[in-house]
């Protein structure tokens, strides 16, 4: 925004406040200055690994550009270098920086340049309203990348431009607000991109000489003015496409001699403007949609004179304006929700004559400003986080009057200003040609993966300390892991039963420890199945190994395969012939599916036959046959026993049904009516009987005798 005396001009008193400034200059130099401020070398690191992503154990170079956005060459910076916190590399270098600004007279017919504001379009093009002091004209002066300057006149009714303020939207279309003094009216004229000039007067009050412009996102114009038949500050609105309207931003008498608008990225509006009455630097803020709402900046002293406002990405607020007290340039922040801070910049001499300041794109800070003992015009910078500089940008006439300023995307400042001696509207472009100095390191990591590089710089105490962020700089490496070198194996050892499965695992190191994504190749020695995808499936018992390989490594585990649950029980002798008395040892097995062996304890069973005790030892008893059983939960087998009868003599017929069963020619029934063993041929009766058929019927003759007699008589004795 354009920074002028229109305050003192509104009171016919410009010819008087010259000569004292001339007067002043005088006083300073016989007086002498005192030392500048100090000038510290700020920097940005601009990191470039040059080597294609290293492998650990492969040697890797690193080059780092360092950067010198200060303004005075930098000797001896020693640049580390860490991976994560350890120190891996130091260079020792200087960083030169180099100044350019273009100066250039854009308009000398006659007394110009009254009044500046500049602006930037899209295409790098510069724009600037101006009044022509001789003429009573506004003009325009414009220059397109890499073009001449060409000027124009804007309006040529009686008394216009006493105060002007420019702004250009996103789509380059031009804004002007101006002051018609004759009328005391408050004029707006827009061009948009390509197209004629529009005018229209933005409010119906009579404005005075000190207005300021901006337009939001919406393409929504604000003004801020001071309203001159009560000197208060008010505020003018135009929506795309709408009509004016007006506000009261602060009703004190005397508050709107001096100001600057500026709009936020939520489009909040933020004004900084001088109360003329209590010689303070005061600060209204009106949220999108809201009320304003006001506060003091500074009153220490006389200060707030022509302010100047900008607003950072982050919503803080910056305002650079004069010191009349102490003849200072001052300096007024405040973060987002925070409180004011203000401190001077520049206190040699007399400084800070109409500042303009522009928060670049980077939220670093400028002022221009003059300087009144020297009649120069003056810079300073201050990179977000970083710290001032202070440099004397043309010192050739009387210069540092009604100042603009704007930086561009590629931080190139451009300034209007006025020669006061030659009466011309002045131009400096000043491209700052930050030096650069690329140092490298060579570096063998040994650890893979994303790894932290971060340089940093240390200046050898030889200047001021900058702000930390600014002296250092972090790169993501990511390092490969080296070639093959291990494969562990997971779980190393493990004991399972038959029938179970088993994931295994394989982990691939290089030589380093650093782990490799790698499938190797899966191999057991038995007593299962593996798959490709490590998962062994039991089912013979023994103790095996794992193997997992890959390019000539190998890794492996054990597994110890147990029985798995019982399955099958085997009775053995599964059938068996027994004579009576005799015993036999059954023993039984048991195994799971895979005929694994499952010891158990059996239960011991028989249907008959004989006894069986719980060790499987059996007793044949009773002939026949019989089945014994071997039993364990729900699972079961059974052999067969056959249990012969006994033949003593041999004869073929068993003992139950033969008559002499030991054969000595004696029935069994006579043996033992006469005490002897039937069942041992050495034991026979001591008076072997022997009667044959005839014998035994003579022994009998007589019996049948007397039976007969004794019938006769008994039928006898009946007849009669």
């Not at 509207?425 to 893979?448: D, F, R, V």
């Not at 023994?542 to 099958?568: D, K």
Request: proline share 4%.
């Amino acid at each position: 925004m354009g920074r002028k005396f229109s305050n003192l001009l509104n009171t016919g008193l410009i010819l008087c406040f010259f000569i004292f400034v001339s007067l002043f200059q005088s006083y300073a130099i016989s007086q002498g200055s005192s030392p500048a401020l100090p000038d510290p070398m700020t920097s940005d690191l601009d990191i470039n690994v040059t080597t294609k992503t290293p492998k650990a154990g492969e040697e890797a170079t690193i080059d780092v550009n360092v950067w010198n956005l200060g303004i005075i060459d930098v000797k001896d910076v020693e640049v580390h270098f860490y991976e994560e916190d350890n120190l891996i590399g130091a260079e020792r270098i200087d960083v030169p920086v180099t100044r350019q600004w273009e100066k250039t007279t854009i308009d000398s017919s006659g007394d110009v340049g009254w009044s500046t504001s500049i602006g930037l379009d899209s295409k790098h093009g510069v724009h600037i309203i101006f009044r022509d002091n001789t003429n009573s004209l506004l003009k325009y002066a414009y220059r397109s990348s890499g073009g001449n300057w060409e000027t124009f006149i804007i309006d040529d009714t009686t008394e216009i431009g006493f105060s002007t303020s420019l702004a250009i939207d996103i789509n380059d279309g031009i804004h002007i607000s101006y002051i018609d003094r004759t009328n005391a009216v408050l004029k707006y004229a827009y061009r948009s991109n390509g197209g004629n000039w529009v005018y229209e007067n933005a409010t119906g009050d009579q404005a005075n000489n000190s207005i300021s412009i901006a337009i939001d996102n919406d393409f929504g114009v604000h003004i801020s003015y001071g309203r001159s038949s009560d000197a208060t500050l008010k505020y003018a609105y135009k929506p795309k496409g709408g009509t004016w309207s007006n506000q009261s931003i602060d009703s004190e008498t005397f508050t709107g001699g001096e100001n600057s608008i500026a709009i936020d990225n939520m489009d909040g509006v933020h004004v900084s403007y001088w109360n003329m009455d209590e010689y303070e630097l005061k600060y209204a803020y009106k949220p999108k949609g809201g009320t304003w709402s006001t506060s003091i900046i500074d009153s220490d002293g006389n200060v707030g004179q022509d302010p100047s406002i900008g607003v950072d990405s982050q919503g803080g607020v910056h305002v650079a304006y004069e010191d009349l007290t102490n003849w200072d340039l001052k300096y007024a922040y405040k973060p987002k929700g925070g409180s004011w801070i203000s401190y001077p910049l520049d206190s040699e001499g007399s400084q800070g004559v109409t500042p303009s300041l522009y928060v670049d794109d980077h939220d670093g800070v400028h002022i221009a400003y003059g300087d009144n003992s020297n009649v120069t015009l003056k810079y300073t910078f201050k990179p977000k986080g970083g710290e001032w500089t202070i440099n004397t940008i043309d010192s050739d006439g009387r210069v540092g009057y009604f100042i603009s300023m704007e930086v561009d995307e590629e931080n190139r400042v451009h300034i209007s200003y006025y020669d006061y001696l030659k009466k011309d509207l002045k131009y400096s472009k000043g491209t700052i040609e930050h030096g650069m100095t690329k140092c490298s390191i060579k570096w063998t990591p040994t650890i893979a993966g994303p790894r932290n590089i971060t340089v940093r710089l240390d200046e050898n105490n030889t200047m001021e300390e900058s702000d930390e962020t600014n002296n250092e700089g972090t790169i993501m490496m990511d390092v490969l892991p080296s070639d093959l070198a291990l494969i562990e194996i997971s779980p190393h050892s493990v004991m399972v039963a038959a029938g179970d499965v088993q994931q295994f695992n394989a982990t691939c190191y290089d030589i380093f420890g650093n782990l490799l994504d790698i499938e190797p190749v899966w191999e057991a020695n038995g007593g299962g199945n593996l798959d490709q995808a490590g998962e062994y499936s039991a089912k013979f018992a023994g103790s095996w190994y794992i193997y997992a390989n890959r390019s000539g490594v190998s890794g492996s585990a054990t597994i110890n395969v147990t029985a798995g649950p019982l399955a099958i029980i085997e009775l053995s002798p599964s059938e068996a012939t027994l004579n009576i008395e005799d015993t036999l040892q059954f023993t039984t097995k048991g195994y799971d599916e895979f005929n694994n062996v499952v010891p158990f304890i059996a239960i011991w069973d028989l249907n008959g036959g004989g006894s069986i005790d719980q060790n499987g030892a059996f007793k044949a008893q009773d002939g026949g046959v019989w089945m014994v059983y071997s039993n364990f939960s729900n699972l079961s087998d059974n052999a067969t026993v056959t249990i012969l009868f006994p033949d003593t003599d041999g004869d073929g017929q068993r003992d139950d049904i033969d008559p002499d069963d030991d054969g000595d020619g004696f029935t069994d029934v006579d043996e033992i009516h006469a005490g002897t063993d039937p069942l041992d041929p050495d034991s026979i009766p001591k008076k072997p009987i022997s009667i044959t058929t005839e014998t035994q019927l003579w022994f009998l003759l007589p019996f049948i005798i007397i039976i007969m007699i004794v019938v006769i008589v008994i039928l006898n004795s009946r007849r009669k």
